[in-house]
């Protein structure tokens, strides 16, 4: 039979022929009046023509211009922002996000785990995450800042913590106090996303680059998620500032932590943002307290330089008793990059420390328990808060205060080609005095980010433990 038309020339001649989208756009402002097409014409031509004179100018000077300085090896640190806030002021925040419109009934049980916000706030302590999230929010909107929240089970939060927006279960409707506070100056939304990772965070980071002044933050179900707009992070979070000049303070809150959820539930994939952190692109934190995500949120939202920001959150810390903080933590102090060991006896002869342990995140609560019956033996625990920029002031100083450790040990819960280990690893040696020595404990180099069968997770999560605690 005869041979199929091809009809490849055809399609390419119909797309020469189309009108562009510039061309279709004109036309519809024209007919809605909104500007004429001559005048569209001469905003053409007079733009076309800025750009051609910009490269002409760039071509003249590119071929004199001299070598690229290298990039500085150090960078250098962003100013201090003063985030405290004053105990007054949080307990009245604190009140009007417990507070519902007369005849609004929020679910009991909902309610109970509401009230515990204002003991909280007392002299007993436990201000969890969640709690220190809604403060530190509620702050800044009482000093202009606008906040846009998004994400897939946001509202509620994925793992039940957050709860901004209340529901009737009565007669379904909804109620949002951190949107009816009577100090407000600036406005905060609130929306459940799809999952479509790519799409959203995309938009997000449009968004955040338009309202450079709002705090955007983006919280995706499972840090593992992020996989799904790669192409955001690499094409625009990393390299937006280098390529285009295009910064903005889009944050990034993904849940990362190894309690037995398998290979797609454990890993906001660390290493892959530290491998494009460079140049000062964008910041990188893995918080162990509220009070420190607290302080972080909030000199995000206040700094001059801005940066987008990743958050690698909990999961099992959110409403861990022993990770809980107390009203003074928020009143005084800023984000610590590094937290020194606070136990009573290191403190005390810090002098007598041999071996310090180094982490990042939730591992540091699973040490604890197996390091305080240790005694004399115990090593010091120092936690990195603060990755990206690498905090080397002040884990130069923290260490400085072990003059007699002989080894120094990073310890990870995730394999050895992830994390953060191969980051930080020439950094801390170039910390170390000579004869002290470095080593690696974690999983070793695995192609999967986690186990898929809880007995081997608590298997790996018992050695590492027991290797980075005793050698």
Known sequence: GDEPAYTQPLMYERIKNHPSARELYVVALANEGIISAEQASERYEAAYQKLIEI???????????????????????????????????????NEELLRVPEGFTVNPKLKRQLERRRPALGPAGGIDWGHA???????????????????????????????????????????????????????????????SELATLGFEYGYATAASDSLVLWEAQ???????????????????????????????LLPHGYEGGGPEHSS???????????????????????????????????????????????????????????????????????????????????????????CTGKLYYDLLPEADPLGGKRPAIVRVEGLYTFPEGNLKR??????????????????????AWTFIAPRIAELLPAGVTLRY??????????????????????RIIAEALNG
Request: glycine share 8%; net charge neutral.
């Open 398 to 419: 923290t260490l400085a205060r072990y003059p007699a450790a002989q080894e120094i040990i990073w310890a990870q819960e995730e394999p050895r080609n992830m994390g």
């Open 55 to 93: 490269q002409q100018g760039f071509r003249a000077t590119a071929a004199n211009a001299a070598p690229a300085a290298p990039a500085p090896a150090k960078l250098i640190p962003g100013e201090v922002v003063d985030t405290a806030v004053p105990a007054e002021r949080l307990s009245a925040l």
């Open 222 to 252: 499972y840090g593992d998620f992020i996989n799904g707009a790669q192409v955001i992070v690499d094409q625009f979070m990393a390299a937006g500032l280098s390529k285009w000049g295009v910064t903005n303070r889009l944050t990034l």
């Open 268 to 358: 906001a994939r660390v290493e892959r943002f530290l491998q494009l952190a460079a140049e000062g692109n964008f910041r990188v934190a893995n918080c162990t307290t509220p009070a420190q995500y607290f302080h972080l949120l909030r000199r995000q939202a206040r700094r001059n330089r801005v940066r987008p920001l990743v958050i690698f959150t909990p999961k099992s810390l959110l409403r861990l008793p022993q990770a809980a903080s107390r009203i003074e933590d928020l009143t005084a102090g800023v984000f610590q990059p590094v937290l020194d060991d606070p136990h009573g006896g290191i403190q005390a002869n810090p002098g007598a420390v041999t071996r310090v342990v180094l």
């Open 133 to 195: 999230e809604a403060l530190a929010f509620a702050s800044l909107l009482t000093e202009g800042v606008p906040i846009r929240l998004t994400g897939q089970d946001t509202e509620r939060g994925t793992f039940s913590h957050r709860h901004l927006v209340l529901h009737d279960g009565g007669d379904g409707n909804t109620f949002a106090p951190i949107q009816h506070l009577s100090g407000a100056l600036a406005a905060f939304e609130v929306f459940n996303s799809p999952l």
């Open 441 to 462: 404990v974690g999983r070793p180099d695995r192609a999967s980010p986690a186990e898929g069968y809880g007995n081997t997770h608590a298997a790996e999560q018992a």
